[in-house]
């Protein structure tokens, strides 16, 4: 199974971005999957997932109301909608991806997640 992120980039403060990540390779029945970033000398932290049965979704706090996570179940793809960008949302986005129907708690939980994706880049800088 791979994973392949695209849609980084730089932006300004309250600019926009929209995150793929498609899930390729042999068969894979998903469950849920999940986007996480991770700043310079910070841990990875998880931002949205998403249980792919029925779009139930779960946010970080620091993302609710600008971000949105969704997914389109025919290419086997994961969206980040992400809106009103700010300085810290400054990272490298990685996308994951399970086989497990996870419930909504563990849906933002970096061990639920059996398979990554490499990173894609997102700066925003005035």
């Known amino acids: 199974v791979q994973l392949q992120a695209s849609g980084g980039g730089s932006v300004q403060p309250g600019g926009s971005l929209r995150l793929s990540c498609a899930a390729s390779?042999?068969?894979?029945?998903?469950?849920?999957m999940a986007w996480f970033r991770q700043a310079p000398g910070k841990e990875r932290e998880s931002v949205a997932g998403?249980?792919?049965?029925?779009?139930?979704?779960n946010y970080a706090t620091s993302v609710k109301g600008r971000f949105s996570i969704s997914r389109d179940k025919t290419k086997n793809t994961v969206y980040l909608q992400m809106n009103n960008l700010q300085p810290e949302d400054t990272a490298l986005y990685y996308c994951?991806?399970?086989?497990?129907?996870?419930?909504?708690?563990?849906?933002?939980?970096?061990?639920?997640?059996?398979?990554w994706g490499q990173g894609t880049q997102v700066t925003v800088s005035s």
């Open positions: 994951a991806g399970t086989i497990s129907r996870l419930i909504s708690s563990r849906l933002r939980e970096r061990a639920s997640y059996d398979y």
């Open positions: 390779g042999r068969t894979f029945s998903v469950g849920a």
């Open positions: 998403i249980r792919w049965s029925d779009a139930n979704t």
